[in-house]
């Protein structure tokens, strides 16, 4: 009898040990962004913020594990290893699309990107930037609500080119036309003049001035004063343009629409997501300038909130890396902290700062806020 109750006694005391040790378990959460190198400033800002949003959320049972990318895909892939082998199966990064070249060897770990690129990432890296389909999305719906109806979309040839032309054909926007251009300053206003037909409309304006000189029309005179005021003549067959540009090459292309009178005034200047450059402010012949971006209110509260805990501001992925804890942890505690494989693949939503998350089948897209900079400030749209 001694026996039994004695093994009953170790059955029990097994028991309690092996749940206290359940409930003390955390659940491990990798970080991998660059903390050295040349990119270590975006690095451990992303990681202080990450750092807010842990003591903001005040909860033991997550544990942050960062770790060192140096910006490299083979050192991305060491470190992710490293964290599998301490029980890690997510991990908040890489920043860069490039460090994510290996990762696809490990198919047992979900990998939260920084990158906005979602074309040719593997299958287990989801993309959590602010992807251009978000954007496109986002413009849609202002063309809608404007009733713009022939939009044409500017891209430059670079890199970033096939991001663009993968989130059209996904978002179906109606656009009149789609030109691609050069960036370089010796070519990119000769492109622009016969985008917009330019040379056609200029030449329509002398002529009709010519017409008017030899004619015998009443107040003659007064019509070809009016003409001599203007630059061009004739029909803009666009209302409105969208540039998937940024900075100074942005300001080049609007500078160039107007070189080729076409002014803000006449159609609708429509980019992407600037981050509310306050540079933008300075340009008064290009506004009103409208663009999809975050949650501007949000963005500044955080910004402060930032300078108040560490004296230096923040990049702007660390906005999103702030975000980007709270959503894993709102799946996590949505699922009773299970982290089973297919947490990204059911359709589910987070309201973040930068905006609303939507997420379904390994894909993150935003609903994004629209702005315009008008009269030297930032006005929300919606």
Do not use: C
Request: no cysteine; net charge positive; aromatic share 12%.
């Amino acid at each position: 009898m001694k026996i039994i109750v004695k093994i009953f006694l170790i059955f029990f005391i097994s028991l309690f040990n092996t749940i206290n040790s359940l409930a003390d378990a955390k659940i491990k959460i990798g970080l991998i962004v660059p903390l050295s190198g040349e990119y270590s400033d975006i690095g451990n800002s992303i990681l202080k913020s990450v750092r807010l949003a842990v003591d903001k959320i005040d909860n033991n049972k997550i544990l942050v594990i960062p770790k060192d990318t140096k910006a490299n895909p083979i050192d991305a892939l060491r470190i992710s290893k490293e964290l599998y082998n301490q029980g890690v199966r997510i991990i908040i990064g890489p920043v860069f699309n490039e460090s994510s070249k290996y990762l696809n060897e490990l198919e047992e770990i979900t990998f939260i990107s920084f990158t906005n690129k979602i074309r040719d990432n593997p299958k287990n890296v989801i993309s959590a930037g602010v992807n251009a389909i978000s954007q496109i999305n986002t413009i849609n719906k202002f063309l809608d609500i404007e009733k713009l109806e022939r939009p044409i979309f500017l891209i430059p040839s670079t890199d970033y080119k096939k991001e663009i032309d993968f989130a059209i054909s996904q978002t179906k926007i109606k656009l009149k036309d789609k030109f691609i251009y050069d960036q370089s300053p010796t070519k990119l206003t000769d492109q622009i003049g016969k985008i917009t037909r330019y040379p056609q409309r200029k030449q329509h304006l002398e002529d009709e001035i010519k017409r008017l000189e030899n004619s015998n029309v009443p107040n003659k005179e007064k019509k070809i004063s009016n003409l001599k005021k203007k630059d061009t003549l004739g029909f803009i067959n666009f209302d409105s343009v969208i540039i998937a540009d940024f900075d100074e090459s942005l300001k080049s292309v609007a500078t160039s629409l107007l070189y080729t009178d076409v002014s803000s005034e006449r159609v609708k200047y429509i980019t992407l997501n600037q981050w509310f450059d306050r540079s933008l402010l300075k340009e008064n012949s290009l506004q009103p300038l409208y663009f999809p971006s975050i949650n501007k209110d949000n963005y500044e509260i955080f910004v402060k909130e930032y300078l108040e805990s560490y004296e230096s501001e923040p990049n702007q992925l660390s906005f999103l890396s702030y975000d980007l804890f709270g959503l894993v942890y709102y799946l996590l505690y949505n699922n009773n902290f299970d982290l089973e494989k297919n947490i990204f693949q059911k359709k589910n939503k987070f309201k973040g700062k930068i905006g609303i998350f939507e997420i379904e089948k390994n894909t993150i897209t935003h609903q994004l806020n629209f702005y315009s900079v008008e009269d030297n400030k930032f006005k929300k749209i919606f």
